[in-house]
């Protein structure tokens, strides 16, 4: 059941010597009690995954306090500072970002460390440039643009100036507190295919997360959903889930945050934890019917 991440942390990890769980994907409930009975203490997955752990702990009654997990090492998505943040306190654990791609390998193309100032590429097998998407110039180091990767030590699918649609910035050459001396970039903001047009109006939906979940109350599950009007105008919907006094408190401070930071004035819909639809795999944060 493992996809092709899991198989990269799988020998990953075989090389470090502990004791690997290769559970894969699904069945939420099995996962929170192998991890408690068998004293797991790293939990690698996607960047939301986490949300599902404490959403079905929460439904059925499992105590999180009965988990030792420490390390949480996530990726696949983009995830926002705050929703690190809501994980973090959640499970009681560090959490980490990696990122990486199938065609570079699976993850191990970066990951941060306990400094939080960047993720470090690992440069002996990558070599990383930031360039302008539209025109493919490189931008200038803290500017951000596309990720663009030249793998230098893989040989059976090797990699010249391949795009990779990701949005990042070169933060800095200079060693990090922790000691290593690796081009660090910025945690991934976006990609260049799923920024969202609305009405003139360019938006990322990490950016929506991020409003969001600074306000209390709001839950860390949303979805945008763009679709038209009988006329032919473009309409924007957001759909939210959120906990009681929500909507007399948080509300008015989240259509605020939406107008002055991203000039975005969406049709807010207010759900119960549990009634936007949960998907297998990544989540699906934008749905367009345009």
């Not at 995954?49 to 030792?68: C, N, Q, W």
């Not at 990383?128 to 490189?138: F, I, K, L, M, Q």
């Not at 290593?180 to 929506?208: A, E, K």
Request: hydrophobic content about 40%.
């Amino acid at each position: 059941g493992l996809f092709t991440g899991g198989f990269g942390f799988h020998y990953g990890a075989e090389r470090l010597g502990p004791m690997i769980v290769p559970t894969g994907a699904g069945r939420t409930s099995l996962q929170l009690t192998l991890m408690r009975d068998l004293r797991v203490t790293v939990m690698p997955g996607i960047a939301t995954y986490p949300l599902r752990l404490i959403e079905v702990a929460h439904a059925e009654g499992f105590d999180l306090r009965s988990l030792t997990l420490r390390v949480a090492i996530l990726g696949s998505e983009m995830w926002s500072d705050e929703l690190r943040a809501r994980i973090e306190r959640e499970l009681s654990l560090r959490a980490f970002d990696i990122i990486g791609m199938t065609e570079t390998g699976g993850p191990g193309l970066g990951i941060d460390c306990e400094a939080r100032e960047g993720i470090h590429v690992w440069e002996d097998h990558y070599f990383c440039e930031v360039v302008d998407p539209a025109t493919g110039r490189p931008r200038p180091d803290g500017e951000e643009g596309e990720l663009v990767v030249s793998t230098l030590t893989r040989e059976g699918l090797p990699l010249i100036r391949y795009r990779t649609h990701d949005l990042t910035r070169v933060r800095s050459r200079a060693p990090c507190a922790c000691g290593r001396t690796h081009l660090r970039l910025d945690r991934l903001h976006g990609r260049t295919d799923d920024m969202v047009i609305f009405r003139g109006v360019n938006f990322y939906p990490r950016q929506i997360e991020s409003l969001l979940l600074q306000q209390p109350g709001a839950g860390p599950e949303y979805q945008i959903v763009l679709d038209r009007t009988a006329g032919g105008r473009d309409r924007l919907a957001l759909l939210v889930e959120a906990g009681e006094g929500f909507a007399e408190s948080g509300l008015p401070r989240l259509r605020h945050a939406l107008r002055e930071r991203l000039s975005l004035s969406p049709e807010i819909t207010l759900l119960k934890a549990g009634e936007i639809p949960r998907a297998p795999g990544k989540a699906v944060r934008v749905v367009d019917r345009r």
